[in-house]
């Protein structure tokens, strides 16, 4: 199952950097060197089995715009499932941001009117830490009107903190099909192992595609922020050659296990009773992949029809 998605916003915004460091594994510091993206970039990135996205990168430069309004408006704009627009929060021409998100919404409306829309407030590193809620605000009220008739969802997001796997993982969570299903099983696993938390991330983004919570954690951002650091550490892995498969992180309070499970995910357990010893953990989580294993060939074949 293809589902077509734009990745659209002025050039300089954030879009080729966000896209390299979700899918292609660039660390922040690499995309100081990407260039200005030519036209359109396609690419495809399998997700959970048969889920294909097929990312469209427009080029953001106004000559590559007007174009994709004009001569290249029925290529572009059809069978889009999702748009996601990058704004750069330092932006110093708000006005004709807002006038091009709304050329293209418009194209949107003729073409895809079922498409899930996305704008994202990026590079709000920038931005000094105490006016981030005020800006964020404001410019997502600005947006939400615009948009109208259409329904929007904005997030903040930056390549130099967990914000922007925050975004990304609510968005493939929009597109995967049997999510329900999935977060009923993880309620059901997490219940019988005695967790205090499930999460299950794909496999090669390291983005949370499902997770149940059983116990109040005041960390709010705790599942990007260990998407982010599990991945980088994957990487630094792979760099020597070695391919990451699970860890036990402990102390007097929790342990936390993290492991490979079915052929697209990893999960995540988090236990807090110290009567349980890690390897009754260990050996529930594999005694669980082969259900997970099956949910997944299911729905992969549901989604191939
Ligand atoms: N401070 C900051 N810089 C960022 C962030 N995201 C991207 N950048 C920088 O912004 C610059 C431009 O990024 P690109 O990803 O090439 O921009 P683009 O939207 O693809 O531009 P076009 O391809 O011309 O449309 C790069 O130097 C990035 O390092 C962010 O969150 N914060
Ligand atoms: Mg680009």
Request: glycine content about 2%; hydrophobic content about 40%; some cysteine.
């Amino acid at each position: 199952m293809k589902k077509k998605v734009l990745l659209m916003g002025k050039s300089g915004s954030g879009k080729t950097s966000m896209r390299s460091i979700i899918f292609a594994n660039y660390i922040a510091r690499d995309t100081r060197r990407l260039g200005a993206t030519i036209d359109v970039e396609h690419s495809h990135v399998r997700f959970l089995g048969n889920l294909v996205l097929n990312l469209w990168d427009c080029g953001g430069q106004e000559a590559f715009m007007e174009n994709y309004f004009a001569s290249q408006r029925d290529n572009i704009f059809r069978n889009v499932e999702v748009l996601i627009y990058v704004f750069d929060v330092e932006s110093r021409e708000l006005e004709k941001d807002y006038h091009y998100y709304q050329s293209c919404l418009e194209a949107i409306l003729q073409n895809s009117r079922e498409a899930k829309i996305f704008c994202l407030i990026h590079k709000m590193d920038l931005v000094a830490e105490d006016q981030r809620d005020i800006i964020f605000k404001e410019r997502e009220a600005d947006l939400i009107r615009l948009s109208k008739p259409l329904d929007c969802t904005c997030f903040r997001t930056s390549i130099w903190d967990e914000t922007l796997y925050r975004a990304w993982s609510s968005i493939v969570y929009m597109l995967i099909p049997n999510v329900k299903e999935l977060e009923t099983s993880l309620q059901q696993f997490a219940n019988i192992v005695d967790a205090d938390e499930v999460l299950l991330f794909e496999r090669a983004t390291f983005l949370v595609i499902s997770h149940c919570q059983r116990k109040e954690h005041r960390d709010v951002h705790r599942f990007e922020k260990v998407s982010n650091i599990i991945k980088q550490f994957k990487l630094s892995c792979s760099k020597l050659a070695a391919q990451f498969q699970s860890m036990e992180v402990r102390n007097a309070l929790f342990a936390a296990y993290i492991d490979m499970f079915t052929s697209n995910t990893y999960v995540m357990v988090c236990m807090s009773d110290p009567q349980i010893p890690s390897e009754v953990t260990l050996i529930n989580i594999r005694n669980a992949r082969k259900h997970f294993e099956l949910l997944e060939k299911v729905s992969n074949s549901s989604m191939g029809r």
